[in-house]
């Protein structure tokens, strides 16, 4: 299998600060979903932004890295670190397609949801209007979103649907040009728990339909529990851990991987006392247990370099340089 996204080195800083995405790396083939897991503010969205190029530059500075994509239709190789706007252009939103957490900041409130949803296909696909608007019913259809008795779906707007609802329409946005990647920041953290997991069926449902690749971010591991192959663990900008998700979960290496792991509440157990991140980093014995494992010391936030350290075939943790 080969690799469809691959970051390699990534890092970004804004303005004249530190960098807060530092040397990242990770890929993701065809049909396969990865998970970028992390607490706030470890820099999750930085990454996919870049991605894209979505982030405003400057302030945002690309300091260094790779971000290359091979589209599996034609497999042309794009550095979309380096690509032009015209390129970048054909790639976002047609090839490379992304949904953020929060659909209402995503839609237009005074367009219909047709009118939006035609217009992002005619900007990626040629059609006519007619056309563009059998391609967007389908699209709707995908995600479960039926005609209504009293005349076309596409004429209703944001306000008229449910969280969940408008969550559904940003997905069949982002699909309804077959992109080849989605990148799924957040996508349910605005959604209750059962709208939750409806929202991450569909995205299962339409990866397998499809055979795009995934990248599922979220602050959340228990989320991605089952729902991905491959996990990577952000933290304070960098990745410390990365691997099989089934592995990871049952193993974690990294002191931060534990403590993620062990604080986070799983349906299949009763919550007991919920250890705090910091309660389980306070205690060294995670270090010492690691270095003895590893036979290098665990790269920690203020400890200089990190190195990518592979401990078994697929699976990296983050190591001091
Ligand atoms: P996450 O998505 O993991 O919660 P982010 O990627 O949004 O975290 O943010 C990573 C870090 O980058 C944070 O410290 C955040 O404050 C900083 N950051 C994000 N966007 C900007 C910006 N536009 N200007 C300055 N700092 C930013
Ligand atoms: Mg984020």
Redesign the pocket.
Known sequence: MSAVLEVRGLT?G??A?AS??CDVDWSVDAGRTLAVV????????????SVLRL??SP??EYRGGSIRFTDPDGGRVTDLLRADARELSRIRGGRIAMIFQEPMTSLNPVMSIGEQLIETIRVHQECGAREAAGIAEKALDDVGIRKRAGGSILRAYPHEFSGGMRQRVMIAMAMACHPAVLLA??PTTALDVTTQRQVLDLLDERKRATGMAMVL?S?DLGLVRGRADEVCV?YR?RVVERGAVAEVFAGPIHPYSRALVACSPRIDRKPGRLATIDDAMADGTMMREFEARVGKRAWWPGGGEALMECVAPGRWVAVAG
């Open positions: 970004v804004f303005g600060g807060v995405v992390g607490e706030s503010g470890s820099g999750k969205s930085v990454t996919a932004m982030l405003a302030p945002a920041d957040e971010i602050h952000m900008g």
